[in-house]
C-alpha cells in the first residue's frame, strides 16, 4: 500500500467537503494517520456518523452551497478539501450546481475566512469535449486557477476500488442479462486505484511544492471499455455476450438508460466516453507513489463486504482506535 513520504511539519485542521463519497471515506483515514483534523460536512451527519469514530474526525451536517455556513465551518481552518461531484444530474443534483456554483462558492468562503489552501477534485479531460460532466469540471478548474488560493488539482481516469461505480456496475448487468449491448465499447480507460488517489491527496495536504499543480491520475494499464466489461464476465465466471454498439444505437440506449432505475448510463456518460480517459503526464510517478494494476485487483474488487468494512480496514492502521470503536464500525 502506498504511503505519503512526507510527514507534516505540524497537524492541519482540515474541512473536507464530499466526504462522506467513495474517495472520502478511503481519504480520512490516511489523513488521520498523518495527524490531521478533519471536519466534514455533510447533508445529514447521523447517517455517516461511523466516520466520526475515526480519532479527529468532527462529521456536520451542512448545506454546503450555502456561503455562510461554509464561513463558519472554514474559519479557523488551514486548508479546504472539494470532493463534491455527480457523474449523472437527478433531481436537484444539477452539474453546473455541483461543480461551478458550489467551487465558486467555496472559494469565495475560503477567501472570506482566511483558508488558504484548496485540494480540488476534477477529472482527466476535464474541460473537453461535449459532455456537460466535464465542460462544467473544467470551468469548476478555472474558478480555482483564478481564486488567488493554493490550490491544487486532481484529475483522476475512472477510479476503482471496493464499492466503485466501475467494476460493481458492471458486475450487477452481467449478473442480470445474458446479452449486454454496450455502448462506446471501444472508449479506452487508464483505471486508477482508489487508494493510489487517496495517497496523491494525502501527500499534497502536507507537501507544499504541490502547490499550483494539476496532477493527472491514471493507472498502468489501458483497456477499450469493452476489455474491461470481458474481464469483469471472466472473473465471475459468467458466459456472457457483450455486444458493442454503433453510436446511433449507443446514444439510443443511453436515452433509455436514463429512464431506468439507478441510470446504469446516461446521454451525458455516452458523451464523456467520446473522449479517452487517459492522461499524458504521470502525476503518481512525479509524487513518487507506484500504481496499482487493474487486473491484479479484479478479483477482490468482484467480492465486496460491508459497506464500512473499507473503513475499518483503514482505521486499523491509525493508533489510538480502540476496539469498541472497530466494532462500532463494523455494526
Not at 477499450?224 to 456472457?240: D, E, P, S, W
Request: hydrophobic share 45%; with cysteine.
Amino acid at each position: 500500500m502506498n504511503t505519503p513520504r512526507l510527514t507534516p511539519l505540524r497537524p492541519q485542521h482540515l474541512v473536507m467537503l464530499g466526504g462522506t463519497g467513495f474517495v472520502g471515506t478511503h481519504l480520512l483515514p490516511r489523513l488521520v494517520a498523518q495527524g490531521h483534523r478533519i471536519r466534514v460536512l455533510s447533508r445529514n451527519r447521523e447517517q455517516h456518523r461511523a466516520l466520526a469514530v475515526l480519532p479527529g474526525v468532527s462529521v456536520h451536517s451542512a448545506d454546503v452551497y450555502d456561503r455562510g455556513t461554509l464561513l463558519a465551518h472554514l474559519r479557523g481552518a488551514d486548508a479546504a478539501i472539494n470532493l463534491v461531484g455527480i457523474l449523472n444530474e437527478t433531481g436537484g443534483a444539477r452539474f453546473r450546481k455541483a461543480h461551478v456554483d458550489l467551487t465558486s462558492t467555496l472559494v469565495a468562503a475560503c477567501r472570506e475566512a482566511g483558508v488558504r489552501r484548496l485540494h480540488q477534485m476534477s477529472s482527466l479531460r476535464a474541460g473537453e469535449g461535449k459532455s456537460m460532466y466535464l465542460i462544467t469540471r473544467g470551468e469548476a478548474e478555472r474558478v480555482v486557477r483564478a481564486s488567488g488560493l493554493q490550490w491544487t488539482i486532481y484529475q483522476p481516469s475512472v477510479i476503482f476500488g471496493r464499492g466503485d461505480g466501475l467494476v460493481t456496475r458492471f458486475a450487477a448487468l452481467l449478473k442480470l442479462l445474458p446479452v449486454l449491448p454496450l455502448a462506446r465499447a471501444s472508449s479506452k480507460l487508464a483505471p486508477v486505484a482508489v487508494e493510489d488517489v487517496c495517497a496523491a491527496i494525502a501527500q499534497c495536504v502536507q507537501d507544499p511544492a504541490s502547490i499550483a499543480q494539476r496532477y493527472e491520475l491514471y493507472g498502468p494499464e489501458q483497456f477499450a471499455l469493452i476489455r474491461i466489461v470481458r474481464m469483469v464476465a471472466a472473473a465471475l465466471k459468467l458466459r456472457r455476450l457483450i455486444i458493442p454498439l454503433p453510436d446511433a444505437l449507443g446514444y439510443l440506449q443511453a436515452r433509455i438508460g436514463e429512464l431506468l432505475p439507478g441510470k446504469p448510463i446516461s446521454v451525458d456518460n455516452f458523451k464523456s466516453l467520446a473522449l479517452d480517459s487517459i492522461g499524458s503526464v504521470d502525476g503518481l510517478a512525479a509524487l513518487g507513489i507506484t500504481p496499482q494494476r487493474f487486473s491484479a485487483r479484479l478479483p477482490e474488487l468482484l467480492h465486496p463486504r460491508h459497506g464500512h468494512a473499507v473503513l475499518l480496514d483503514a482505521a486499523r492502521h491509525v493508533s489510538g482506535l480502540a476496539p469498541a470503536d472497530r466494532a462500532r464500525i463494523a455494526r
